[in-house]
C-alpha cells in the first residue's frame, strides 16, 4: 500500500508499506519523493527504506496516534 504523506508544491512524498513474502511478520517500509519540475518529473525516488516486524509498526502507529 502506497499513500502520499505531504505535497509542498511541485515536490511529494510517499511511503509504502509492503509485505515480504519471503519472511512472514516482515514488511518494507520505503519512503520515496517526486519533484515535478525535475529532468524527469514523473519519477520517483527512493529514499530510504527499512525492514519492521509487525510489533514494530504497531508501535510506529502508536506513537504517531499519540502525537496526534
Do not use: C
Amino acid at each position: 500500500m502506497k499513500a502520499t504523506i505531504t505535497t509542498a508544491g511541485d515536490f511529494l512524498r510517499a511511503v509504502e508499506v509492503e509485505a515480504i513474502a519471503a519472511v512472514p511478520g516482515s514488511y518494507r517500509v520505503q519512503f520515496s519523493s517526486q519533484h515535478k519540475s525535475s529532468r524527469n518529473p514523473d519519477e520517483w525516488q527512493n529514499n530510504f527504506a527499512l525492514v519492521l516486524q509487525k510489533h514494530d509498526l504497531q508501535t510506529l502507529s502508536n506513537l504517531i496516534a499519540a502525537v496526534l
